[in-house]
């Protein structure tokens, strides 16, 4: 299913990743799981949080560019071809970016997926028999 | 329409306006005379003023003059006769003070309720105050005027935007005063807040102490859904009130009974004729506490030889786009900073917030373009910004005629300084 994600402007300096890190944990909010994406000027820090309505407000309070995406999660066996099986079944679709991380579910890893048309996504996943993490 | 009496002069026909300037021209040129040092050792000799073209045979005062004479050294009325200092900030030496007496506050509470007069503003209006109050002329010169309207004034002051959000729409205000930049920065705030600022009450902007351009004001029109006016003034001639835009927008009325222009060449001192572009030199004709003989501004404008559809006989100035010390050199381009201002705005009208920085890298100047970036224009994805940022930096390099570097920057990162946007950092000679 879609989930809210979060993506920060970041200036590439020393010091930038952790300030944002701090105001989510002043706030109580976990962070599930998180990407950096950066060039040699910027950087995009992309976030998924247990509560990403209140951690916008957060952030945006602290000063940041806060833009919320609807990314898909989908959970692959953790073997090889997994990733392989996935990217079969959306043959022909658009993927923005994509990143994985284990998520402690003994043999399975998550991937998160950002689409221009995620429902559709969703629907060729679905219909491939892929698990996609509600 | 709503007209204010004390807006009367505004209309004087202009034989009965040059007599009076030429008699107070007179006075004050005596006045400087009499009890200035600077301005006796100047004249050498009393001045003769027999008509206002005399006027262009007496001495230039310049910043550097106030410098020098730290700090009550151009002062015309004795320590007693003072009732109010204000200075700069002082960002680039020692600060500029300037002296009111009780006379002079009257007079400058008087161009301001004009001020706001022309701009369409009335009794019944709440106006924001958002210009600083302190040693910055332009929180309590907006105050007195807007007070003196018969207005209601909040003396918001400054800063602290979710205040600011919060009376605006609480206090269902009317009109606001403060720095463009401070209020585009007010309009995005208010949009991340979910707060539609274009369907509150709000329906005019008096904005100043920094020059903007006509692309920002369409953008503060739009997104504000107001009207923007330009207002002029400085310091060392009274502070905000020397000079204003009318409904008409086009010019800014100077208010001649008090304020003398001219416009000369600034590389020769030169006046030049009405339409012509140049320095604006800037004579006050009825301070008494510090009076300003042939101020030179440095700031580039025009007179406007037509008259004002609006019916104010008052002379108009072109907007003021750029100062004659703004303008930096480099790989021997003149560049003014309106010019990348423009720039930005052409590619992205949601990019209002930028910094010119300077650098010598082994002997080679470089130019880079700070950028805030919005939320309007933020992606998650690197390549929309990437993108974006090489549209900004072809606009410059399109512009200018030479490569710049653009870098996107957090919002709120850049240098501002009484909520003025400090638009050049020149570190050349820095190290």
Request: negative net charge; proline residues 5%.
């Amino acid at each position: 299913m879609k989930h809210h994600q979060l993506s920060l402007f970041l200036e590439n300096q020393p010091g930038q990743l952790v300030d944002p890190c701090r105001v989510l944990a002043d706030a109580g909010i976990d962070i599930r799981t998180l990407t950096l994406a950066d060039t040699e000027r910027f950087g995009i820090l992309r976030l998924i949080v247990s509560d990403w309505a209140r951690a916008a407000v957060v952030l945006e309070k602290a000063g940041y560019v806060v833009n919320v995406t609807e990314v898909v999660a989908i959970e692959v066996d953790n073997r090889p071809g997994g990733l392989t099986e996935v990217l079969q079944a959306l043959d022909g679709m658009n993927v923005e970016y994509m990143y994985a991380f284990p998520f402690g579910r003994g043999d399975k890893a998550v991937l998160i997926f950002r689409f221009d048309q995620p429902d559709a996504a969703i629907e060729r996943l679905r219909a491939a028999g892929i698990n996609v993490v509600p | 329409m709503s007209f204010h009496p004390a807006s009367a002069p505004d209309y004087l026909p202009r034989a009965q306006m040059q007599a009076l300037q030429l008699a107070r021209l007179q006075a004050v040129a005596a006045r400087a005379y009499d009890r200035v040092e600077l301005y006796r050792d100047r004249m050498s000799t009393p001045p003769q003023v027999g008509t206002l073209e005399d006027l262009a045979a007496l001495p230039f005062t310049n910043k550097s003059d106030l410098r020098d004479t730290y700090p009550f050294g151009l002062f015309a009325s004795p320590i007693e006769e003072i009732v109010r200092l204000h200075a700069s900030s002082g960002t680039t030496g020692k600060p500029i003070v300037v002296a009111y007496t009780k006379a002079d506050l009257d007079v400058w509470t008087g161009v301001m309720l004009r001020t706001f007069a022309a701009c369409g503003l009335h009794r019944g209006d709440i106006i924001q105050n958002a210009y600083g109050y302190g040693l910055f002329t332009g929180g309590l010169g907006a105050h007195y005027g807007a007070e003196a309207l018969g207005a209601t004034v909040i003396p918001i002051s400054g800063g602290n935007t979710e205040r600011q959000i919060m009376v605006m729409k609480d206090f269902k205000v009317t009109a606001i005063c403060s720095t463009p930049s401070y209020f585009l920065h007010l309009l995005e705030r208010a949009g991340e807040l979910g707060v539609d600022v274009s369907a509150l009450p709000l329906r005019a902007g008096v904005f100043g102490a920094e020059p903007w351009t006509d692309s920002m004001r369409r953008r503060i029109e739009a997104a504000g859904g107001i009207r923007a006016y330009d207002i002029y003034g400085l310091s060392e001639i009274t502070g905000p009130g020397v000079a204003i835009e009318c409904e008409q927008q086009n010019g800014l009325h100077i208010f001649e009974d008090h304020f003398y222009p001219e416009v000369i060449d600034p590389e020769t001192g030169r006046m030049l004729p009405e339409g012509c572009e140049g320095e604006l030199v800037l004579t006050t004709l009825s301070k008494q506490a510090m009076p300003m003989i042939r101020y030179r501004t440095r700031d580039i404008t025009a007179l406007i030889p037509e008259p004002c559809p609006c019916g104010r006989t008052l002379r108009r100035m072109r907007r003021i786009g750029r100062r004659s010390d703004d303008m930096f050199i480099i790989r021997g381009v003149n560049v003014f900073p309106s010019q990348i201002e423009s720039a930005l705005l052409a590619v992205e009208g949601t990019l209002p917030h930028y910094q010119i920085v300077l650098t010598r890298e082994k002997g080679l100047d470089e130019m880079e373009v700070l950028v805030e970036v919005t939320p309007e224009v933020f992606s998650d994805r690197i390549g929309a910004l990437e993108r974006l940022q090489n549209r900004l930096a072809g606009a410059l390099e399109h512009t200018l005629g030479l490569r710049a570097g653009v870098r996107l920057v957090r919002p709120q990162t850049l240098e501002r300084s009484e909520g003025k946007a400090r638009r050049v950092s020149d570190r050349r000679n820095l190290g």
